[in-house]
């Protein structure tokens, strides 16, 4: 059975909102303000990967913290480059050995 990249857009907005648990509208808000930035078809149609799926579960948890949606936006865009930098990191490692 082949694997799936998490990076694929499958899910239409309605199955994406249902699989994170929050109202369509709440996707397209987070999308307005930067969080979300979902594959659009030739049509205009967003679709969802499972990589975005779980930045959605990462944003609602922040929000169910408390953060506000700057905030959010900030944690979040750190956190990518934290993970950015440990993937160089690592790449330099890897070519050491």
Do not use: F, K, W
Request: aromatic letters at 4%; glycine letters at 10%; hydrophobic letters at 35%.
């Amino acid at each position: 059975m082949a694997s799936h990249d998490p990076g694929t857009p499958l899910y239409g907005i309605a199955v994406a909102a249902q699989l994170a648990g929050v109202p369509e509208p709440t996707l397209r808000l987070y999308e307005r303000h930067g969080l979300l930035n979902p594959y659009r078809s030739e049509g205009g149609t967003r679709r969802y990967s499972e990589d975005d799926l779980e930045r959605l579960r990462r944003v609602a948890g922040l929000r169910d913290a408390g953060v506000n949606l700057a905030g959010i936006n900030r944690v979040i865009d750190l956190e990518d480059e934290n993970a950015d930098l440990r993937r160089e990191l690592d790449a330099r490692a890897d070519a050491a050995e």
